[in-house]
C-alpha cells in the first residue's frame, strides 16, 4: 500500500471516518473507527497532513493528533460543504475534507489551547447564567401581573416585586402561587451569585494576561471584551489584517457585487455572535459618553453620527474596535489615544 501523505477525518461522537490518500491523490485509505481506535491509528501512521472540521470536539482531537507528529489544519464547515460530492455521509464528507485541506487558498482556524478554550468556556456559562436570569425576571413579573401587581422597569422594579413575594401579609398573593414564586426567587438569587462569580474568575484571568490589560485601554473594551478577544483569537498572525477580524467576526458588509458594480448591503453576520454582541455593545457604550462631551475628543466618531443613525454608527465603531485590537495583538503595542480637535 502507497503511503499516507493526507487524511480528512470526519469528526463524531462514536464513529469517526477516515479518508486517506497518497502524493498522486490515490485513496488508499476508506475506513471507519471507533472513538478507542483514532489515537491509535494515528499513532502508526508516518508524519501525515490531517484535515477536521472545526465543530464539537475538534479543537480536542487536534491537539492530540499533533502531539503524534501529524500536521493538523481544521476548516470551517462552510468551506468544506462545496466539496461534498452528491449525497452526503460521513464517507463522502471525510473525502470532501481529504480533498479541502490541501486547497491552497483554503482558510483554516488556529487551534485552541485548554486554556483558552476554559477562559470561553467561562464565557459560554456566563452567557447561559444571564439568559437565565431574564427569564427568571420575565417569569416573576408575568405571574404577578396575573394578579394586577405590575412594578417598573428596572432592577428597582424587580425589588418592589421581590418585596411583594415575600411579605406574606400581602394578601394580593395567593398561598398556592406564593409558593411558586418564592420557588423562582430562590433560583433567582442562585443565578445572581453565579453570575457574580463568573465575573470574578474573569476578572482574575483578564489581570494575569498581559494582552487581555493592553485590550482593556481601547475606549468601550472592558476584561469581558479583552478576555473573550484573548481567547477567540489565539494567533493574530492567523489574519492578514484587521479587516479579516473583523470580517471573521461578522462586522464587514456583505457584497452581492457583479458586473464591476460594488454591492454592499447588511453586515454578513457570519462570524462568533458572541463576540459581536459584546463589541457593539462596548461600541454603544463609547457613543453615549461621547454625545454626553459633544465628540470632542472623538472627530470621527462625531462626523459618522451627523450623517448616520446611531446604531449603524455603533456597527461601524465596534468594526474599528476589532481592527484596533488586531493590531494591537498583531504587534504588541499599546492603544495610542487621538488627538481632540481644536
Known amino acids: 500500500m502507497s503511503e499516507v501523505t493526507t487524511i480528512g477525518l470526519d ?100 487551534i485552541k489551547t485548554p486554556e483558552q478554550q476554559s477562559v470561553l468556556m467561562l464565557h459560554r456559562t456566563r452567557a447561559l447564567f444571564v439568559r437565565q436570569r431574564t427569564a427568571l425576571i420575565n417569569a416573576l413579573r408575568a405571574h404577578l401581573a396575573e394578579f394586577g401587581i405590575v412594578a417598573g422597569v428596572g432592577r428597582n422594579g424587580l425589588e418592589k416585586l421581590l418585596e411583594v413575594i415575600a411579605d406574606e401579609q400581602d394578601e394580593r398573593v395567593p398561598p398556592a402561587a406564593r409558593d411558586s414564586l418564592l420557588a423562582l426567587r430562590d433560583q433567582l438569587v442562585m443565578v445572581r451569585q453565579q453570575i457574580l462569580e463568573a465575573d470574578r474568575r474573569i476578572l482574575a484571568w483578564h489581570r494575569a494576561s498581559e494582552v487581555s490589560r493592553r485590550l482593556a485601554e481601547i475606549p ?19 489574519f492578514r489584517s484587521g479587516r479579516d477580524l473583523s470580517a471573521w467576526i ?22 462568533d455572535r458572541y463576540l459581536r454582541r459584546l463589541l457593539v455593545v462596548g461600541a454603544l457604550s463609547v457613543i453615549r459618553r461621547a454625545k454626553q462631551t459633544d465628540c470632542k475628543r472623538r472627530p470621527w466618531l462625531a462626523a459618522l453620527l451627523e450623517r448616520r443613525p446611531t446604531k449603524l454608527a455603533a456597527i461601524a465603531l465596534a468594526n474599528k474596535i476589532a481592527r484596533i485590537a488586531w493590531a494591537m495583538m498583531a504587534h504588541g503595542t499599546c492603544y495610542q489615544e487621538p488627538q481632540p480637535t481644536t
Open 11 to 110: 469528526l463524531a461522537k462514536s464513529v469517526f471516518q477516515v479518508h486517506g490518500i497518497d502524493a498522486s491523490g490515490k485513496p488508499v485509505v476508506r475506513r471507519q473507527l471507533r472513538r478507542r481506535q483514532v489515537l491509535a491509528f494515528f499513532k502508526k501512521l508516518p508524519p501525515c497532513l490531517v484535515g477536521m472540521e472545526a465543530c464539537a470536539t475538534s479543537h480536542y482531537w487536534a491537539r492530540e493528533i499533533a502531539a503524534l507528529g501529524h500536521e493538523v489544519r481544521m476548516m470551517p464547515a462552510r468551506y468544506v460543504k462545496p466539496y461534498v460530492k452528491r449525497n452526503k455521509n460521513d464517507a463522502a464528507d471525510a473525502e470532501a475534507i481529504c480533498e479541502a485541506v490541501a486547497r491552497p487558498t483554503m482558510r483554516f482556524v488556529p
Open 220 to 238: 468601550g473594551v472592558g476584561p469581558l471584551i479583552a478576555t473573550a478577544l484573548v481567547a477567540a483569537v489565539p494567533d493574530p498572525h492567523a
Open 250 to 271: 461578522g462586522l464587514v458588509p456583505r457584497e452581492d457585487s457583479t458586473g464591476g458594480k460594488h454591492r454592499p448591503g447588511h453586515i454578513s453576520k457570519a462570524g
